[in-house]
């Protein structure tokens, strides 16, 4: 309980704004919003959010009790309109309600104790709630291919260690699958090579390589010299790459070889980057 009640009256303490709730709550909106702050600021806790247990307690003492109530809001008038002169004793009526209050604190159990009981209570509370509706609750087992859908999507992948070649184009040289493959297989393996489209200045080829170490050697180098191929009968037509890079996975243009996943996760994407923006 808070040990002095003039520094509360003095002070012109609001205890409705203690408890935050409005001057005509009634007394069980009173006694919820008491339950709710004396759970959060409960001196066990190794934080209670700057709340004053002892305030809030005697806010509620107060507050719940009609005729404390309207004592405290006669003291506090009469303090306001005589704050101005000097007082060099406790009024009798402040100490009057200092003694209620006690009195009545040695009449109910103690509040600790009150409020580990109501914490028991709502855990008892919500568990038999949980086993109702467990009860209540069909239990029918739902999964992706009870779902109403005219066929069931694939999403299956598979890893590839495929890159995406970009060299220059030339009309007085011709490079064909094999060319690309004998160049690009000083990294490693290669499984497949596939002409893709191209233009007036360049062209492109998808290479897919036997094991990631390769993938990471070739899509790691620099194209913009050719020392690697000095020395080989390919050296000339090697000055004529520009890049080499990932075509799936993490830094690569696609996530995966699965046009519907590829499809889900931009959509993900996107509705995350959304998100993002409107913060």
Request: proline letters at 6%.
């Amino acid at each position: 309980m808070v040990e002095s009640v003039r520094l509360m009256v003095e002070r012109n303490i609001d205890l409705f704004r203690v408890l935050k709730v409005h001057r005509n709550a009634t007394i069980e909106e009173i006694r919820r919003a008491y339950h709710y702050l004396a759970l959060r600021c409960h001196p066990d806790k190794p934080k209670t959010n700057g709340l004053d247990f002892n305030l809030i307690r005697t806010a509620y003492e107060i507050l719940s009790d009609p005729p404390l109530r309207k004592q405290y809001d006669d003291l506090i008038c009469a303090y306001t309109k005589n704050s101005s002169k000097p007082r060099k004793k406790k009024p009798a009526p402040v100490g009057d309600l200092q003694r209620k209050l006690k009195e009545k604190e040695r009449q109910s159990p103690p509040t600790l104790a009150k409020i580990e009981k109501l914490r028991e209570d709502g855990v008892k509370q919500r568990r038999t709630l949980e086993e109702r509706t467990l009860e209540e609750t069909p239990r029918v087992t739902t999964s992706i291919y009870d779902l109403p859908l005219l066929e069931i999507p694939d999403f299956s992948t598979s890893p590839q260690f495929t890159a995406r070649l970009k060299y220059k184009q030339r009309p007085d040289v011709d490079i064909d699958e094999s060319t690309i493959m004998e160049i690009m297989s000083i990294f490693g393996k290669i499984k497949n090579v596939e002409l893709l489209e191209s233009d007036d200045h360049y062209a492109y080829a998808r290479i897919q390589y036997e094991d990631p170490d390769a993938l990471d050697a070739a899509t790691g180098y620099d194209y913009s010299r050719a020392q690697k191929w000095d020395g080989t009968r390919v050296r000339k037509l090697a000055s004529l790459l520009r890049s080499c890079n990932k075509e799936f996975g993490l830094g690569g243009d696609q996530w995966t070889n699965n046009p519907v996943v590829n499809a889900i996760l931009n959509q993900y994407v996107q509705s995350v980057s959304d998100k993002k923006e409107s913060f």
